[in-house]
């Protein structure tokens, strides 16, 4: 039971424990306060008020002001041992259990206005999609508390330990979270590493019989968009905004009647009633947050529920983190190969910006067809080296690379460059055949059909498409995309990978061909 102890002055030692919603601190005498007669103090000096599991302070306007550990506040989270000054009177805030306990951890600095962003500048597309349900139902027959929250959080450790793809990661910690604590709503929202924003990684909603949830996904876009009623994500921003703040998970059994929260129209409006929202946190740096919702008074969450999802969010914090530094590393890693790749391209002026340019076809085209983000990044990375090999050609055989011995010279260099490269081995295949073709004409081996690697068959496509165009720019042809897209396709029929060829035309309507969702930035 959360206490309020007087530290000094004539009341010293007295204790009141911390019942009501709200406690007053002031010179008035108030029965469900506490009086201090203290001349620095004014009649109602401040106030402690609880929202869900978490209490503040709130200054009242006193004259002198109210202080928390020697910093004037306004409004703060309290946590248990902090010092309350107002006028010469000092009072602890403590809690009788926390003997037994361990002390908090240190709070996560949040910075409040992220979650603004939301409202202002995202776009957030929900995709619901039914697949992988059957792993991510609870298992029957759970008979205690303990056995249902070892059972998810194993699940959200399996899933963790498979799971490579942010958003994928993110739809199944939300269902499984939704699940676990009968949830009508869920969100997880994960902050972006470098603007600070947050963005809705997946979406969690109970169906009609009550008993699976459907996925939510979003792509990497940022703005609220219509949920099943035509509004944006069911949520509290003033409850998300405090989880911001504080670092701190906060459960509350009905938001309706918070004091804090009820007369905020994303409560009333959307029949909030119990919430709980929990930071996503891993070495102390705040990944995001995971909401959950449920609008039926028989059916409100429980402290057990609190600790189970915020035991889920650290997990996630943790793996969302690790996802995020991979990202960022495999950014960089794109980046010097893709200025290694310029420097090189500097030695043939007509060469220059080519290889980075069928990098982005090639990833375009692999969106089209539907290839996951690292199959897709295998993809960017062979088609930025697949030019590699003419660092080892001379001025005069750069001059002739229409020549089929020359390019054949410089694939085989460039294969044997790759050999040679710790860890680029696996690429070599992409760079080796992406000259094949589709009726078995091309070379170095002549291997034919779906004997070709699909990643080389998506960059043989990508670089002739880009060959077409500078071809067309140096006679004088104004041909453009569009046009350069049909001329391929229909000249092409036995070149090229009949489905490679409908991706690259999908990915031009869609404009994946030119800034592909999957794309990485290098240069």
Known sequence: MPIIRIKNGPHKGNEHEVKAETLVIGRDENPDGIQILDQG?????AEIFRIGEMYFIRDLGSRNGTFVNEEKISEELLRVGDEIKIGSTVLLFEDRRAKTKSKTSERVVADPKAFDAIAATTTISIDLNAAEAADL?????????????????????KTIASERDLKGLARKVVRLAGAAVKADHGYIFIKHPEKGELTLGGSYEKTKDQSEAEPGSSDETTDPAP????????????????????????????????????????????????????????????????????????????????????????????????ITLALAQEKNYLELVGSLVAAIEMRDPLSRGHSERVSTYASGIAQALGLSRSRNRRVQLAALLHNIGSIFLDPGELAKSDDIGIDKKRIDLAG??????????????????????????????AL??????????????????????????????????????????????????PKVLEALMLAHREGWLYEPPERVKVG
Not at 431 to 443: A, L, M, P, S, T
Not at 466 to 487: F, M, N, P, Y
């Open 227 to 322: 949920d099943a009623a035509g509004e944006g994500p069911m949520i509290s921003r003033t409850i998300v905004k405090r989880v911001l703040r504080f670092g701190r998970a906060i459960m509350s059994s009905d938001a309706s009647l918070d004091d804090r929260f009820r007369d905020r129209g994303s409560v009333v409006m959307k029949q909030i009633r119990s919430v709980i929202c929990a930071p996503l946190v891993a070495m102390d740096q705040l990944c995001g947050v995971l909401y959950l919702s449920t609008s039926k008074i028989a059916e409100v969450f429980t402290t057990e529920d609190l600790e189970l999802v915020t035991a889920i969010g650290v997990q996630a914090g943790m793996a969302i983190q690790g």
């Open 41 to 45: 103090i004014s009649r109602r000096h």
């Open 448 to 497: 034919a059909g779906e004997d070709i690697p699909l990643e080389a068959r998506i960059i043989g496509v990508a670089n002739d498409f880009d060959k077409l165009i500078e071809s067309a720019a140096e006679k004088g042809e104004q041909l453009d995309t569009k046009d350069a897209v049909a001329r391929l396709v229909s000249s092409g029929v036995s070149s090229y990978d």
């Open 137 to 157: 139902v609870l298992e029957p027959g759970q008979e205690t508390q303990e056995s249902r929250d070892l059972q998810v959080l194993y699940k959200v450790a």
């Open 416 to 445: 044997k460059l790759l050999e040679k490269m710790h860890g680029m081995s696996f690429l070599l295949p992409a760079v080796k055949h992406h000259k094949e073709r589709w009726d078995g004409k091309g070379y170095p081996d």
